[in-house]
């Protein structure tokens, strides 16, 4: 089955960029849905982003200052993260729909 591994995290300052990505071990031409999502230290894990073929959604936190894409060619999600706020901080996954198993995921700091 298709697993996915989780980069680009790090330690940025209030105002910094990050560009996540999200390898994908098989194609994920036919996956229709992919999302970002993220967990803050004693929070649930909350939807960031999703991709449907073209069209992109994001929550209300994120918009404007996040964009998720998808290279198929590649096997890849990206999720371009700028404007970061040390709200923003938390460990960053990708999943599919349907939801396959989490990954490890990519830890996110951002510091005032």
């Known amino acids: 089955q298709v697993q996915f591994v989780e980069s680009g995290g790090g330690l940025v300052q209030a105002g910094g960029s990050l560009r996540l990505s999200c390898a994908a071990s098989e194609s994920i031409f036919g996956i229709g849905v992919m999302i970002w999502y993220r967990q803050a230290p004693g929070k649930q894990r909350e939807w960031v982003a999703s991709i449907v073929n073209s069209k992109t959604n994001y929550a209300d936190s994120v918009k404007g200052r996040f964009t998720i894409s998808r290279d198929n060619a590649l096997n890849t999600l990206y999720l371009q993260m700028n404007s970061l706020k040390p709200e923003d901080t938390a460990v960053y996954y990708c999943?599919?729909?349907?939801?396959?198993?989490w990954g490890q995921g990519t830890q996110v700091i951002v510091s005032a």
């Open positions: 999943n599919k729909v349907p939801a396959h198993a």
